[in-house]
């Protein structure tokens, strides 16, 4: 295991681990999900890091829920200034830079052949980067439990509560104050108010396993890539059943390997990483 850091896109210097073999030709990149970090799932990590594999697992940045990145600046005399991000700030759309960066990297150290591995959220952003970015060398993605945080949010609490809080980031963005958080009486942990409707309205760019919006999933349908989907049987985040969500993957991958139901796993997997690990190494 070897600690890294790396340069993204739009200049944030990323904290990362690689597990495995530093002369595979073949490596996963885990994208951890909403307000979590590089050490989310990380038993399962190492089962992927084989002797023929290599993984690398990074912070992105909708790490924690308010935290502080070291963006490049080379008119700085340390050669970096400080940017505040995290699962409150961040803005969904830029996470595909945080995933190219970590391709490039193992480019750069002879990596020929690379899949994805999103969990939770890091599923929507993976989705997002493979729609939008064709590097030929990213092969296909792995999803674990790939929720709509607008379907399950907007089922699970009060509906009065909702609707208060959505206009009140209407009401900011209106008034160009969408990145600032929207107050404690509003919604129950900090949160801007382009990361509220970001997450939690049906038209966003973010809300890509549309089941819950009714709305054509247009983004998904656009991959072409291989996909191996992963549904925990009981997820204590979903507000619908595993094989309804199966139903509801299958119809819109394009190019799809198989939807699995993990019986009797939670959103996390724990204790279900050996048959994770088994899978994924058969197919990817």
Partial sequence: MKYIKFKNGDKLMLDALVLGNNKAKKAYIFIHGLGSNMFSCFSLNQKLAKKSRMLLTFNNRGQGIINKFKEEDIKSEKGYKSKILGSALEEFTDS????????????????K???????????QKSVYYLSKVNDKTVKGAVLLAPISDYSSTINSIDVNSYKKALEEALKMKKN?????LLASNFWY?????????????????????????????????KVDKKLLVF?????????????????W????????????????ANHGFQGKEDELARIIHKYF
């Avoid at 899949?115 to 599923?123: A, E, K, R, V």
């Fill in 176 to 180: 160009n104050k969408e990145n600032e």
């Fill in 96 to 111: 595909k830079y945080d995933i190219q960066g970590a391709v490039d990297y193992l480019k750069s150290q002879g990596i």
């Fill in 113 to 123: 052949e690379i899949y994805l591995i999103g969990h939770s959220t890091g599923c």
């Fill in 249 to 264: 993957f299958d119809k819109n991958i394009k190019n799809l390997n198989k939807v699995f139901i993990i019986k009797e």
């Fill in 189 to 221: 942990r900090p949160i801007s108010a382009q990361r509220f409707l970001s997450l939690y309205t049906p038209t966003s760019t973010e809300e890509i396993f549309t089941y819950g919006s009714k709305k054509i999933a247009t983004l998904l349908r």
């Fill in 231 to 247: 549904l925990a049987e009981k997820d204590e985040y979903s507000d619908r059943e595993s094989n309804v969500l199966k139903v």
